[in-house]
């Protein structure tokens, strides 16, 4: 099954919901980056709330980056979406298993440490992008996400965001909410919402079940009218190439591409977002060096 997000309207303009399956795409980052259960757990949260947040704020060529930085042993996350439903990101320390917390799920906000931020880069190709900042409320990511909404965006939010992993570290399912509150939002159905979201399994429960996201979505507002406006392919893609790195590589200064070209005859570089790597030999490493000294 293929990955979706689904966009709806809720009462004619009360709410705005997003609702989306990336079981496939959070395997993907697991296997491209090796990471183990704590930190597949705080990147697939990453990345499934940053597609939710890129598809809700962005339009046409715009993109967003996501930083996290909370101090735990993951240490940083970095996540870039767009409003074409790809995302792609990468922890600094992978390898991060923890003992599960009293809820019995993986413990992401200590994972992810709660004692730092969380700041949106926003690149809407203007000639500067904007970036806001906000303190991370738990780590916990969903959370951390409904924070930023609220401070950063001015938006009451609810989001909620969840990996199941496997025992041998494969992913088995992941995915999450975003329920945005617009201003003709009445009482009585912000209540309603409120009491439904306190006995709503987590989405990866759900998702086990066999629930799509228009099962959730229905689950969320049982007795209220759903538009669904789009439902949306979604992915994890790297836009990266040899050329990309070769054009950056040429900005070095030329004595540090000689000693490659002299002393290590080649290079390797890896992109951080995928994890692919490229290696470049002497004669194409002589190419950049030209390149760098026109
Ligand atoms: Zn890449």
Same mark, same amino acid.
């Given at each position: 099954?293929?990955?979706?997000?689904?966009?709806?309207?809720?009462?004619?303009?009360?709410?705005?919901?997003?609702?989306?399956?990336?079981?496939?795409?959070?395997?993907?980052?697991?296997?491209?980056?090796?990471?183990?259960?704590?930190?597949?757990?705080?990147?697939?949260?990453?990345?499934?709330?940053?597609?939710?947040?890129?598809?809700?704020?962005?339009?046409?060529?715009?993109?967003?980056?996501?930083?996290?930085?909370?101090?735990?042993?993951?240490?940083? !996350?970095? @996540?870039?979406?767009? /409003?074409?439903?790809?995302?792609?990101?990468? %922890? &600094?320390?992978?390898?991060?298993? +923890? =003992? *599960?917390?009293?809820?019995?799920?993986?413990?992401?906000?200590?994972?992810?440490?709660?004692?730092?931020?969380?700041?949106?880069?926003?690149?809407?190709?203007?000639?500067?992008?904007?970036?806001?900042?906000?303190?991370?409320?738990?780590?916990?990511?969903?959370?951390?996400?409904?924070?930023?909404?609220?401070?950063?965006?001015?938006?009451?939010?609810?989001?909620?965001?969840?990996?199941?992993?496997?025992?041998?570290?494969?992913?088995?399912?992941?995915?999450?909410?975003? !329920?945005? @509150?617009?201003?003709? /939002?009445?009482?009585?159905?912000?209540?309603? %919402? &409120?009491?439904?979201?306190?006995? +709503? =399994? *987590?989405?990866?429960?759900?998702?086990?079940?066999?629930?799509?996201?228009?099962?959730?979505?229905?689950?969320?507002?049982?007795?209220?009218?759903?538009?669904?406006?789009?439902?949306?392919?979604?992915?994890?893609?790297?836009?990266?190439?040899?050329?990309?790195?070769?054009?950056?590589?040429?900005?070095?200064?030329?004595?540090?591409?000689?000693?490659?070209?002299?002393?290590?005859?080649?290079?390797?570089?890896?992109?951080?977002?995928?994890?692919?790597?490229?290696?470049?030999?002497?004669?194409?490493?002589? /190419?950049?060096?030209?390149?760098?000294?026109?």
């Amino acid at each position: 099954m293929t990955d979706y997000l689904v966009k709806s309207i809720i009462n004619d303009g009360m709410f705005r919901a997003y609702v989306v399956n990336g079981t496939q795409l959070v395997k993907e980052a697991q296997k491209r980056h090796g990471t183990w259960s704590a930190a597949t757990a705080a990147l697939g949260r990453s990345l499934v709330g940053t597609l939710m947040l890129a598809s809700s704020l962005l339009k046409g060529k715009e993109k967003l980056t996501v930083k996290i930085n909370g101090g735990g042993p993951v240490g940083g !996350i970095v @996540v870039d979406g767009n /409003a074409n439903g790809t995302v792609k990101g990468y %922890l &600094q320390q992978p390898h991060v298993s +923890l =003992p *599960l917390n009293d809820k019995h799920h993986i413990d992401v906000g200590r994972a992810v440490g709660n004692k730092g931020t969380l700041s949106v880069t926003k690149d809407m190709g203007l000639k500067d992008p904007f970036t806001g900042n906000v303190g991370l409320a738990s780590g916990e990511i969903g959370d951390d996400f409904t924070y930023y909404l609220a401070q950063s965006e001015q938006i009451p939010s609810s989001v909620g965001v969840s990996v199941f992993v496997n025992p041998d570290e494969s992913v088995e399912v992941a995915g999450g909410f975003m !329920i945005q @509150v617009m201003p003709g /939002a009445s009482d009585e159905a912000i209540d309603r %919402l &409120q009491k439904t979201l306190t006995h +709503l =399994p *987590l989405v990866s429960e759900l998702l086990r079940q066999g629930k799509t996201p228009e099962d959730i979505l229905g689950m969320l507002f049982k007795n209220d009218k759903v538009k669904i406006l789009d439902k949306m392919p979604v992915s994890f893609a790297c836009d990266c190439s040899k050329e990309r790195f070769a054009a950056a590589m040429a900005s070095l200064p030329a004595d540090e591409i000689e000693a490659m070209i002299k002393e290590d005859h080649g290079a390797e570089v890896t992109c951080r977002f995928c994890g692919n790597q490229y290696h470049y030999d002497e004669t194409e490493l002589k /190419a950049v060096l030209i390149k760098a000294q026109s």
